[in-house]
């Protein structure tokens, strides 16, 4: 008969003093010190705010700078598709996807976080090439693994800081979505509306989005496992508006959950080179450098 290990906190047998979180099938990249609080698995996250205070630029999950919001413990990001309407995440709306937050305790010290040309994403496993002229950046409001074109810009529209472009890597969690190609599908009105639509409270960095087209869309390889890319342009109420994707491709790690990849880009003279979506695809790999590699993948696991 075949036993097999239920989910839960086991000692790390590669760090003593740790635990790591088994979820049944593989290890995780979630430890805690032995016998500490609980962090879990990957779970949605939820939002807590204090009465709304108006704050000064968007989210940065999009093209916008951070929100500094008092009382925040998390935040959820869902997905949607969208048509032209003015606010696309509303309209016709999927199931969500909720994107976990890498959490402070998932984020070991290694020799490519502190590398400033390098975006790691312990949770997922995986690193990105930080583009010259761009910056990593620690998201207080989302806790999403972040970077920025360094420098803001006063936005178009409501006041407050905006950045020329961004980008934010997580995973998607409780989803009944299967493949990379429905998940970026689901994800890019989101995407769009939290980069160029409206700010967490409620604000409008660029007089909200009134139209997109979509540009380009289909299969793409990521560090050797197939994904899926859908992007948009949107026309924005004041501003050049700019291009946004929703990128999405299995994780290196543990049951490979699927990883949400989103780009947001100004357009006009001022904006990033488009094929920079593309420059920053390439460049993603294990942490490590092995090919499907990533935290804990190399451990046994924990006996029955």
């Known amino acids: 008969m075949t036993m097999t290990t239920p989910p839960g906190w086991y000692p790390d047998p590669g760090v003593p003093g740790t635990e790591r979180w088994w979820d049944g099938a593989a290890w995780t990249a979630h430890t805690r010190a032995q016998g500490g609080q609980a962090f879990g698995p990957a779970e949605p996250v939820t939002v807590v705010t204090a009465p709304p205070v108006r704050r000064r630029g968007p989210l940065v999950a999009g093209a916008a700078a951070v929100v500094l919001m008092a009382a925040i413990v998390g935040a959820v990001l869902v997905v949607g598709h969208g048509d032209d309407d003015p606010h696309p995440a509303d309209a016709n709306k999927g199931p969500t996807v909720p994107m976990a937050v890498n959490s402070p305790s998932t984020k070991a010290s290694s020799p490519a976080s502190a590398d400033p040309h390098t975006l790691v994403d312990q949770l997922d496993g995986i690193t990105l090439t930080i583009p ?26 409501d006041s407050g800081f905006c950045h020329h472009g961004s980008v934010t890597t997580a995973t998607a969690t409780a989803t009944d979505l299967k493949t990379a190609e429905a998940i970026a599908k689901n994800d890019i009105a989101d995407a769009a509306a939290d980069a160029y639509d409206h700010d967490p409270i409620g604000g409008h960095p660029y007089n909200g989005i009134t139209s997109h087209q979509e540009v380009k869309s289909g299969p793409v390889v990521v560090d050797g496992r197939t994904g899926y890319l859908v992007r948009w342009q949107v026309r924005t109420g004041k501003g050049p508006g700019g291009y946004v994707e929703s990128l999405a491709f299995p994780s290196t790690v543990g049951s490979q959950a699927m990883v949400i990849a989103r780009f947001a880009l100004d357009a006009g003279a001022d904006g990033p080179p488009l094929a920079l979506m593309d420059t920053i695809t390439r460049s993603i790999a294990p942490i490590g450098g092995g090919q499907n590699g990533g935290v804990g993948t190399s451990l046994a696991p924990p006996s029955p």
Request: a negative charge; hydrophobic letters at 20%.
């Open 132 to 157: 010259d002229g761009w910056e990593k950046t620690d998201d207080p409001v989302t806790g999403l693994v972040t970077m920025t074109t360094k420098g803001t810009y006063d936005c178009p529209g």
